[in-house]
Structures are given as structure tokens and as C-alpha cells.
């Protein structure tokens, strides 16, 4: 593995490995869960795409992270700091399979990985890609703190995907993070 391992409460998240192939199949091949982000793909398509996170990893230093469940040692998603070439700008991305959505996974996760992004990658403004009709991953945006920037463009060969960016400065981060911990805190929620 060629990069970080972060520890949250409830997750591992650390670079693919090849024993998360099976679940990350399994997840892109669900039509539901891929709604968004370009719909299934078989697992030819998804080992490609999996080896291009991993190799991201180790020529960019920034890729999708795989999720580990910490108490089934289970794969349960996607989340990153991702920069690909052409995107409007540095983002964190998340994607959950179906059985772990939910479960304030995704929450967790993001903001383990914001952190990430601005106090070691030192990235000064962070976007979401979000298709306007996934209400979910907009609601996490918001909830993070990231405001809807408005209609942004995707470069080949992803260029008629519908998305609205959504993003959030590193010292908007620092004020909205400890918000967010104040309140989940306060109501027994966070992880």
C-alpha cells in the first residue's frame, strides 16, 4: 500500500488493497448505489478503475481512500482526496456501499478526510462533485459546511455528467469542523 492509514472510531481508512476487490465489485455493480456516479460497471471496468485509485496513490500522493469497518474488518466504501486531472479543483469524494449507508459512516469518514486534505496535503479549498439529484451527498456537503458553488463541468470523458460544485475554503474548514464536533458532541452522535 502506498499511502496514509487514518483511524477513526469506527473505520480504517487506508489505500485499496487487492481484498477489497470483491465488496468494491459488488458495490459498483449495484445500480442503486452507482446511481450518481456513473451507474454499474462490471468487474473488468471496476478493476481498472480500482488499480487507477491505487496508482494514484502512489505517482499523486492523493486517492481514494478504501473504508474499513474497524469491528467486521469489512470494505464499506470509498471516500478521498482526489485531484484528477481537469476537475475544478481538489476534492473529497465519498461513496458507500449499500449495506453501510446509514450508519454516519460517511460523516465520520469525511471529516477524517478533510482534515487530511488541509493539515497534511496543506489544499486550501475543497470541492464536492455532486449530481443535484443526490440529495444525500448534498446534505453531507452542507452538513460539513461546504455551501453549493453552482454548476460545474467535468473534464472527458465524464464532460455531460450533471454536477453542482460544492466546496468550502481550508479556513472555513477550521471554523465549521469544530462546530460540527461541538454539536454531534453535544448530542451523543458523534462517532
Known sequence: MNGPVIETARLILRPPAMEDFP???????????TRFIGGPRSPAEVWRSMMSVAGAWGLTGVGFFSLIEKSSGQWIGRIGPWHPHGWPGPEVGW??????????????????TMDYAVDVLGWTDIVH????????????????????????RL?????????????????????????????????????
Request: aromatic letters at 6%; glycine letters at 8%.
Open 129 to 152: 462533485t455532486i449530481d443535484p439529484a443526490n440529495v444525500a451527498s448534498a446534505r453531507l456537503a452542507a452538513r460539513l459546511g461546504s455551501v453549493n458553488r453552482g454548476p460545474g
Open 95 to 112: 461513496s458507500l456501499h449499500a449495506d453501510a449507508m446509514g450508519k454516519g459512516y460517511a460523516l465520520e469518514a469525511a471529516i477524517a
Open 23 to 33: 465488496r468494491w465489485a459488488d458495490f459498483q455493480a449495484d445500480a442503486e448505489t
Open 155 to 191: 473534464p472527458e470523458p465524464f464532460q455531460d455528467a450533471n454536477v453542482d460544485v460544492w466546496g468550502q475554503t481550508a479556513s472555513d474548514w477550521a471554523g465549521n469542523r469544530r462546530c460540527l464536533i461541538d454539536n454531534e458532541t453535544a448530542t451523543g452522535t458523534v462517532a
